[in-house]
Protein backbone atom coordinates (compact mmCIF):
# COMPACT_ATOMS: atom_id res chain seq x y z
CA UNK A 1 0.00 0.00 0.00
CA UNK A 2 1.27 3.36 -1.24
CA UNK A 3 0.18 6.76 0.90
CA UNK A 4 0.88 9.39 -0.88
CA UNK A 5 0.46 13.42 0.73
CA UNK A 6 0.59 16.42 -0.78
CA UNK A 7 4.25 18.18 -0.74
CA UNK A 8 4.21 20.46 2.66
CA UNK A 9 3.92 24.08 2.73
CA UNK A 10 8.08 25.13 2.47
CA UNK A 11 9.81 27.57 5.48
CA UNK A 12 10.18 31.16 4.18
CA UNK A 13 13.81 31.64 2.32
CA UNK A 14 14.80 34.30 5.20
CA UNK A 15 14.66 31.61 7.53
CA UNK A 16 16.82 28.91 5.58
CA UNK A 17 19.12 32.05 5.56
CA UNK A 18 19.43 32.73 9.39
CA UNK A 19 19.41 28.75 10.19
CA UNK A 20 22.64 28.31 7.62
CA UNK A 21 24.19 30.84 10.07
CA UNK A 22 23.69 28.40 12.77
CA UNK A 23 26.23 25.42 13.81
CA UNK A 24 24.14 22.51 14.98
CA UNK A 25 26.35 22.29 17.82
CA UNK A 26 25.54 25.71 19.31
CA UNK A 27 21.84 24.96 19.43
CA UNK A 28 23.45 22.05 20.97
CA UNK A 29 24.50 24.20 24.07
CA UNK A 30 20.20 25.73 24.38
CA UNK A 31 18.67 22.24 23.76
CA UNK A 32 18.58 18.67 24.65
CA UNK A 33 15.86 17.59 22.12
CA UNK A 34 15.51 17.27 17.86
CA UNK A 35 18.27 15.66 17.60
CA UNK A 36 18.47 13.01 15.68
CA UNK A 37 21.09 10.05 16.44
CA UNK A 38 24.67 10.84 15.99
CA UNK A 39 25.59 7.57 13.89
CA UNK A 40 23.21 9.44 11.14
CA UNK A 41 26.53 11.35 9.77
CA UNK A 42 27.57 13.28 7.35
CA UNK A 43 28.91 12.23 4.10
CA UNK A 44 30.71 15.88 2.78
CA UNK A 45 32.79 17.64 5.34
CA UNK A 46 32.46 21.16 6.15
CA UNK A 47 28.54 21.76 4.88
CA UNK A 48 25.73 23.17 6.50
CA UNK A 49 21.88 23.18 5.23
CA UNK A 50 18.99 24.16 5.96
CA UNK A 51 15.27 23.69 4.25
CA UNK A 52 12.52 21.90 4.56
CA UNK A 53 11.58 18.46 5.19
CA UNK A 54 10.08 16.24 3.09
CA UNK A 55 9.16 12.81 4.61
CA UNK A 56 9.22 9.44 3.77
CA UNK A 57 8.73 5.96 5.03
CA UNK A 58 10.33 3.85 2.76
CA UNK A 59 10.92 0.11 4.60
CA UNK A 60 12.78 -2.96 4.05
CA UNK A 61 14.18 -3.34 0.19
CA UNK A 62 11.58 -1.52 -2.07
CA UNK A 63 12.35 2.11 -2.81
CA UNK A 64 9.63 2.71 -5.66
CA UNK A 65 8.22 5.59 -3.77
CA UNK A 66 11.66 7.17 -3.53
CA UNK A 67 12.10 7.30 -7.55
CA UNK A 68 8.37 8.18 -7.64
CA UNK A 69 9.58 11.33 -5.07
CA UNK A 70 12.10 12.35 -7.41
CA UNK A 71 9.24 14.42 -10.29
CA UNK A 72 7.48 15.63 -7.08
CA UNK A 73 10.79 17.44 -4.63
CA UNK A 74 11.07 21.37 -4.84
CA UNK A 75 14.57 23.38 -4.87
CA UNK A 76 15.25 23.84 -0.59
CA UNK A 77 13.67 20.49 -0.09
CA UNK A 78 15.69 17.99 2.41
CA UNK A 79 14.58 14.83 1.83
CA UNK A 80 14.29 12.74 5.45
CA UNK A 81 13.95 9.02 5.26
CA UNK A 82 12.69 6.80 7.81
CA UNK A 83 13.85 3.27 6.61
CA UNK A 84 11.82 1.63 9.78
CA UNK A 85 15.14 -0.40 10.98
CA UNK A 86 17.11 -1.35 8.02
CA UNK A 87 20.09 -1.05 8.16
CA UNK A 88 21.44 -3.71 5.15
CA UNK A 89 19.52 -1.68 2.27
CA UNK A 90 20.76 1.52 0.51
CA UNK A 91 18.07 3.13 -0.65
CA UNK A 92 19.94 6.43 -2.04
CA UNK A 93 22.39 5.97 -4.93
CA UNK A 94 23.95 7.51 -7.55
CA UNK A 95 21.26 8.09 -9.65
CA UNK A 96 18.58 9.60 -7.12
CA UNK A 97 21.67 11.57 -5.88
CA UNK A 98 21.35 12.95 -9.79
CA UNK A 99 18.10 13.26 -9.82
CA UNK A 100 17.50 15.21 -6.29
CA UNK A 101 20.40 17.34 -7.18
CA UNK A 102 18.83 18.40 -10.70
CA UNK A 103 15.52 19.01 -8.75
CA UNK A 104 16.77 21.48 -6.45
CA UNK A 105 17.18 19.38 -3.35
CA UNK A 106 19.52 20.55 -0.40
CA UNK A 107 20.42 17.56 1.66
CA UNK A 108 19.26 13.79 2.23
CA UNK A 109 18.31 12.38 5.63
CA UNK A 110 18.42 9.03 5.74
CA UNK A 111 18.36 6.71 9.10
CA UNK A 112 20.18 3.61 7.11
CA UNK A 113 22.87 3.29 4.88
CA UNK A 114 23.81 5.07 1.40
CA UNK A 115 25.72 4.05 -1.30
CA UNK A 116 27.68 5.47 -4.23
CA UNK A 117 29.26 8.03 -1.82
CA UNK A 118 31.97 9.35 -5.10
CA UNK A 119 28.34 10.55 -6.85
CA UNK A 120 27.70 13.37 -3.66
CA UNK A 121 31.42 14.69 -3.34
CA UNK A 122 30.86 14.56 -7.90
CA UNK A 123 27.68 16.35 -8.08
CA UNK A 124 28.09 18.43 -4.41
CA UNK A 125 24.92 16.56 -3.18
CA UNK A 126 24.92 16.85 1.25
CA UNK A 127 24.26 13.59 2.71
CA UNK A 128 23.31 12.64 6.06
CA UNK A 129 23.23 8.68 6.67
CA UNK A 130 24.35 5.63 8.58
CA UNK A 131 26.89 4.86 6.46
CA UNK A 132 27.64 2.50 3.36
CA UNK A 133 26.34 -0.48 1.84
CA UNK A 134 26.58 -2.16 -1.53
CA UNK A 135 23.07 -3.95 -1.33
CA UNK A 136 20.99 -1.47 -2.53
CA UNK A 137 17.00 -1.54 -2.41
CA UNK A 138 14.63 -2.31 -6.12
CA UNK A 139 11.35 -1.32 -7.51
CA UNK A 140 8.96 -3.53 -5.93
CA UNK A 141 6.13 -1.39 -6.18
CA UNK A 142 4.78 -2.83 -2.65
CA UNK A 143 4.51 -0.05 0.35
CA UNK A 144 5.34 3.32 1.24
CA UNK A 145 4.65 6.34 2.92
CA UNK A 146 5.26 9.78 1.65
CA UNK A 147 4.63 13.69 3.70
CA UNK A 148 3.83 11.53 6.78
CA UNK A 149 5.35 12.09 10.16
CA UNK A 150 8.01 9.77 10.22
CA UNK A 151 10.88 8.33 13.07
CA UNK A 152 13.76 9.21 12.33
CA UNK A 153 17.32 8.71 14.46
CA UNK A 154 15.22 8.64 17.47
CA UNK A 155 12.93 11.84 16.42
CA UNK A 156 9.82 12.74 15.02
CA UNK A 157 9.75 14.92 12.00
CA UNK A 158 6.99 15.95 10.62
CA UNK A 159 6.47 16.97 6.89
CA UNK A 160 7.02 20.73 6.57
CA UNK A 161 9.80 20.87 10.11
CA UNK A 162 13.15 23.01 9.49
CA UNK A 163 15.77 20.73 9.61
CA UNK A 164 19.28 21.85 9.67
CA UNK A 165 22.12 19.68 9.08
CA UNK A 166 26.48 20.12 9.58
CA UNK A 167 29.01 18.69 10.46
CA UNK A 168 28.12 18.14 14.17
CA UNK A 169 24.62 16.21 13.36
CA UNK A 170 21.17 16.85 12.70
CA UNK A 171 18.37 18.99 14.10
CA UNK A 172 15.07 19.10 13.40
CA UNK A 173 12.58 22.29 14.59
CA UNK A 174 8.87 23.59 14.24
CA UNK A 175 8.81 26.50 11.85
CA UNK A 176 7.45 29.11 14.56
CA UNK A 177 10.23 28.08 16.95
CA UNK A 178 12.87 27.94 14.48
CA UNK A 179 13.42 32.11 14.36
CA UNK A 180 14.10 32.09 17.97
CA UNK A 181 16.42 29.23 18.31
CA UNK A 182 18.35 31.04 15.50
CA UNK A 183 18.60 34.43 16.98
CA UNK A 184 19.73 32.77 20.24
CA UNK A 185 22.19 30.98 18.30
CA UNK A 186 23.86 33.62 16.44
CA UNK A 187 23.77 35.69 19.18
CA UNK A 188 26.00 32.81 21.30
CA UNK A 189 28.40 32.69 18.23
CA UNK A 190 28.80 36.30 17.76
CA UNK A 191 29.57 36.04 21.74
CA UNK A 192 31.86 33.58 21.21
CA UNK A 193 34.23 35.78 18.10
CA UNK A 194 34.37 37.95 21.54
CA UNK A 195 35.47 35.35 23.69
CA UNK A 196 38.14 34.35 21.27
CA UNK A 197 39.38 37.72 20.92
CA UNK A 198 39.92 37.93 24.74
CA UNK A 199 42.11 34.66 24.66
CA UNK A 200 44.07 35.44 22.10
CA UNK A 201 44.54 39.00 23.86
CA UNK A 202 46.28 36.68 26.85
CA UNK A 203 43.29 36.29 29.15
CA UNK A 204 43.23 32.83 30.02
CA UNK A 205 39.95 30.75 29.88
CA UNK A 206 38.92 29.80 33.33
CA UNK A 207 39.02 33.18 33.97
CA UNK A 208 36.56 34.20 31.57
CA UNK A 209 34.21 31.24 31.89
CA UNK A 210 34.28 31.77 35.65
CA UNK A 211 35.57 28.16 35.95
CA UNK A 212 38.47 29.31 38.09
CA UNK A 213 36.39 30.96 40.58
CA UNK A 214 33.99 27.97 41.20
CA UNK A 215 37.30 25.40 41.42
CA UNK A 216 38.73 27.76 43.74
CA UNK A 217 36.07 28.56 45.77
CA UNK A 218 35.74 24.75 47.02
CA UNK A 219 39.04 23.88 47.21
CA UNK A 220 38.56 26.75 50.11
CA UNK A 221 36.07 25.06 51.62
CA UNK A 222 37.98 21.49 51.27
Known amino acids: MFIVN ?3 KQIAPEL ?6 CEVATIGHVLHSGFVDREIRAVLPNKRVAGTAVTLRIPHADSTLLHYLTALVRPGDVV ?16 ITNAMKMAG ?17 KVDMPMWCRGPSPITT ?18 TIEPGDAV ?19 KRAIE ?6 KLLARLAAGEKLPDISG ?12
Open 16 to 21: VTELEK
Open 105 to 121: VKAGVVDGPATDFSEFT
Open 6 to 8: PMP
Open 211 to 222: ARAMVEAKLAKS
Open 138 to 155: KLLGLEGALNVPVSVGGQ
Open 164 to 182: LCDESGVIVMKPDQAPAIA
Open 80 to 95: VIDRCGDDKHACWGGV
Open 188 to 193: MQEAEI
